[in-house]
């Protein structure tokens, strides 16, 4: 079992920045694959950004060029740095991790971009 908690959500400015942190309960040996998706209100959750365990990194085409993700397995974290926000960057933004076969998810933090 991974438990995953998400914090730096809140409210920002078009044009400004965030960072979203997730901690990861068990060791990151095990954890093949860790991405951030998102769930605007009335809209499916969808895949924002991907990293793996060798370290290639997918991102969605909305945010490429304008989000950053990291990894840092020493202390069992992932970050999502957001610059240039949108008001169509509004959502909850949920961590994601995939080990052994099985998918986990955190609880989600809301990211509000007003205009």
């Known amino acids: 079992q991974v438990q995953l908690v998400e914090s730096g959500g809140g409210l920002v400015q078009a044009g400004g920045s965030l960072r979203l942190s997730c901690a990861a309960s068990?060791?990151?040996?095990?954890?093949?694959?860790m991405a951030w998706y998102r769930q605007a209100p009335g809209k499916q959750r969808e895949l924002v950004a991907i990293?793996?365990?060798?370290?290639?990194?997918n991102y969605a085409e909305s945010v490429k060029g304008r989000f950053t993700i990291s990894r840092d397995n020493a202390r069992n974290m992932v970050y999502l740095q957001m610059d240039s926000l949108k008001s169509e960057d509004t959502a909850v933004y949920y961590c994601?991790?995939?080990?052994?076969?099985?998918?986990?998810w955190g609880k989600g933090t809301l990211v509000t971009v007003s205009s």
């Open positions: 994601n991790a995939g080990s052994r076969g099985m998918l986990y």
């Open positions: 068990r060791n990151s040996f095990s954890i093949s694959s």
């Open positions: 990293i793996f365990s060798g370290g290639g990194i």
